[in-house]
């Protein structure tokens, strides 16, 4: 009788973790350019897509526009802490114009691979970490696609500081693939930002990231400012937009998109 009810009991706390886990507010990854620290509910998927993704980058002699459409992550929650991830681009359009002349390259993007793993208060509540180690394969065209595989390691921490501003931070390291395609190089940034909700609907995020590339070619310095908007038009859909200026000459001068991310 006594381990019949001990196990009425364990199956009790099972099926009220479960309960708790799948009550869980629903945390997107975007928008934005930190990496939230919560991680998805056991058993429920995450798709969040940019409806079109524009970068400009302007350089002494010429001029690149970068738009990519469909950009999409999947998160799927695997356990109560884990969250399984896949990314892909499945078309994007590069044009680069200078002195010679314009070249546009079409084509699909690469394929991201990773894992969130949660150390702390999954739901983002308080004081959330994670950690989220991830791959790239070379799938897609030159200039949509890096060429070559790739990998990094990521460290996102939000903090609660009341019940309306948090506040994110997401250092990065990778082995980022050089620009000519072949073979890696060190590359690793920070980035923070504070997220402010206006009201139950909508969240205004304020963010600054730093980064360092040590491609061989040519080492670069890049430091960006960015702000973005969510509105969570119920409590499994969310729609957002976002801008970002490069602030160093290395940087590519603006980046504007907008998606919608829904929880199945």
């Given at each position: 009788?006594?381990?019949?009810?001990?196990?009425?009991?364990?199956?009790?706390?099972?099926?009220?973790g479960?309960?708790?886990?799948?009550?869980?507010?629903?945390?997107?990854?975007?928008?934005?350019?930190?990496?939230?620290?919560?991680?998805?509910?056991p058993?429920?998927?995450s798709?969040?897509t940019?409806?079109?993704?524009w970068?400009?980058?302007?350089?002494p002699?010429?001029?690149?526009?970068?738009?990519?459409?469909?950009?999409t992550?999947?998160?799927?929650?695997?356990?109560d802490?884990?969250?399984a991830?896949?990314?892909?681009?499945?078309?994007?359009?590069?044009?680069?114009?200078?002195?010679?002349?314009v070249?546009t390259?079409?084509?699909?993007?690469?394929?991201s691979?990773?894992?969130?793993?949660?150390?702390?208060?999954?739901?983002?509540?308080?004081?959330?970490?994670?950690?989220?180690p991830?791959?790239?394969l070379?799938?897609?065209?030159?200039?949509?696609?890096?060429?070559?595989?790739?990998?990094?390691?990521?460290?996102p921490?939000?903090y609660?500081?009341?019940d309306?501003?948090?506040?994110?931070?997401?250092?990065?390291?990778?082995?980022?693939v050089?620009?000519?395609?072949?073979?890696?190089?060190?590359?690793?940034?920070?980035?923070?930002g504070?997220?402010?909700?206006l009201?139950?609907?909508?969240?205004?995020?304020?963010e600054?990231?730093a980064?360092?590339?040590?491609?061989?070619?040519?080492?670069a310095?890049?430091?960006?400012?960015?702000?973005?908007?969510?509105?969570?038009?119920?409590d499994?859909?969310?729609f957002?937009?976002?801008?970002?200026?490069?602030?160093?000459?290395d940087?590519?001068?603006?980046?504007?998109?907008a998606?919608?991310?829904?929880?199945?």
């Open positions: 009788m006594r381990r019949l009810l001990l196990g009425v009991a364990l199956a009790g706390l099972g099926v009220a479960s309960a708790s886990a799948q009550d869980r507010e629903y945390c997107p990854d975007r928008p934005g350019i930190d990496t939230p620290a919560c991680t998805i509910a058993g429920k998927i798709v969040e940019s409806i079109a993704d970068t400009r980058d302007d350089q002699g010429s001029r690149e526009d970068s738009i990519l459409f469909a950009d992550l999947v998160r799927v929650g695997v356990s802490t884990i969250e991830r896949i990314g892909w681009t499945p078309f994007g359009h590069d044009r680069m114009r200078d002195s010679t002349g070249e390259v079409n084509g699909v993007g690469d394929v691979l990773g894992m969130k793993a949660n150390l702390h208060n999954p739901d983002g509540a308080g004081l959330s970490v994670s950690v989220l991830f791959v790239t070379p799938v897609g065209r030159s200039s949509i696609g890096d060429g070559d595989w790739g990998g990094g390691f990521l460290v921490v939000t609660e500081l009341s309306t501003v948090s506040l994110d931070l997401t250092p990065e390291i990778d082995a980022a050089d620009q000519d395609g072949s073979g890696r190089h060190l590359a690793y940034s920070s980035t923070a504070l997220a402010v909700k009201d139950k609907a909508f969240t205004l995020t304020g600054m990231q980064l360092r590339d040590d491609d061989p070619q040519e080492h310095t890049q430091a960006v400012a960015a702000l973005s908007l969510a509105w969570m038009a119920n499994d859909l969310q957002d937009i976002f801008g970002a200026a490069g602030l160093t000459a940087t590519p001068d603006a980046r504007v998109y998606g919608i991310s829904r929880r199945f």
